[in-house]
Structure formats: C-alpha cells, structure tokens
C-alpha cells in the first residue's frame, strides 16, 4: 500500500490550500483516513479523520471550521481542504490509512503512511 499526498506550498495567511492524498495497493477493508501534520521542531499532531463513508470526520480543534476532510473512494483518494491558513498552520502534512481499530488521534493507530507535503504560510 502506497500514499502519496500532495497540494503543499507557500501561500499567505487567509489563503486556501487543498491537499489530496492518492492511495494505491490492495487494501482488503474498509478504513479510516487521517491527516496529521508535524510543525518545523515539534512532534507529528492530529489535524483530521474520515470515515469509509464519509459519514464519520473528526477535526483537531485548532482547524475546525477552517479545514473541512473528504473522500472519493472511487479514486482512492482523500482530500484537505484548508480554508483561513494561519502560519501556526505551517507543517508537513501527512496522510496515513488506519485499518485495525485505535484512537484516530494517535499516530500508532494508523498503518499506512505517505510522505508528506510541506504548506508554508507566510504572514
């Protein structure tokens, strides 16, 4: 199984940015999706989740009702809208596949990993 995101750049505060993260491989269930991201000097956080269906998201508090996570399965592909950017937001972002169960707020819940897009935001 392979991620790959992209959509990362330098914009300015207020700016949008919408990130996509392709999935490709077998993956013989239905899961969750999760974005992360890890701020220059700090640890990786969580920043949002999406259910198979869509039904489910969760948001970090510091980007609700900015950043809005959706899905295509028929493109196996999960999609972060960022809205309103702040440069607190600045960090690579990192798309990860969670297929057993776990919190979707700990990165060891998640088995699948891409590499990550840097999103700059200047001031």
């Known amino acids: 199984v392979q991620l790959q995101a992209s959509g990362g750049g330098l914009v300015q505060a207020g700016d949008s940015l919408r990130l996509s993260c392709a999935v490709s491989?077998?993956?013989?269930?239905?899961?969750?999706m999760g974005w992360f991201r890890q701020p220059p000097g700090e640890e990786r956080e969580f920043v949002a989740a999406?259910?198979?269906?869509?039904?489910?998201?969760d948001y970090a508090d510091s980007v609700k009702g900015r950043f809005a996570v959706s899905r295509d399965n028929t493109k196996n592909t999960v999609y972060l809208q960022m809205n309103s950017l702040k440069p607190e937001d600045a960090a690579v972002y990192y798309c990860?596949?969670?297929?057993?169960?776990?919190?979707?707020?700990?990165?060891?819940?998640?088995?699948?990993w891409g590499r990550g897009t840097l999103v700059t935001v200047s001031s």
């Open positions: 491989g077998r993956i013989l269930s239905t899961y969750v």
């Open positions: 999406i259910g198979w269906t869509g039904d489910y998201t």
């Open positions: 990860a596949v969670k297929v057993y169960s776990g919190s979707v707020y700990r990165m060891e819940s998640f088995t699948f």
